[in-house]
């Protein structure tokens, strides 16, 4: 997918934010790890509703997958990450049992996080249809999410989305996670 465009989001509170919003490279690495941490690290005592992606993963799918930064004023304000439909481990259609022929069909929506002085431009709700585009092209049915049962928040955000619930289960070195489908076909 190509991307490299300005968008400007105004807040409830009336403040108004340019963004450049543009597919990550390699070479933003180093920006989105530090994006992350801080995200994680501000989530104080939730943190474990945040799992971070490791560097080896990141520079992974800053090769193969759907990576999209938004920046502002120079700086990564948000990030967010599709696992295009491939056979990996990454693939959460494996988790449902779908066998390595049938992964062509999903994609991954691997994770969302902004910054803590960019939240409220609806920004995750702002990723979800440049990442229902990106799977379309790639020739994906469906789409496949996580979310913890503890952020009822996110989970109400998600399935706002179109996405519902299909199973419940511990991943992440434990954590528990709801999986949710949704059809991102042409029409989905």
Known sequence: MELNEKITRKR???DIQEFLLRCCRPEDLEAILTLQTLVKTSLGGYGEIFVEDTREELAESLELDCCIG???D???AAFTLSIANRISDRNLARK???ADEGLADYVTYDTTFVHPDFRGFGLQQYFMPLKDRDARERGASYALCTVS????H???NTQATGFQVVRRCTMYGGVDRFILEKSVGQGG
């Open 12 to 14: 409830t509170n009336g």
């Open 70 to 72: 938004a920046w502002a």
């Open 74 to 76: 120079g700086k990564l």
């Open 96 to 98: 449902l049992g779908v």
């Open 149 to 152: 049962p503890d952020n009822p």
């Open 154 to 156: 996110s989970l109400y």
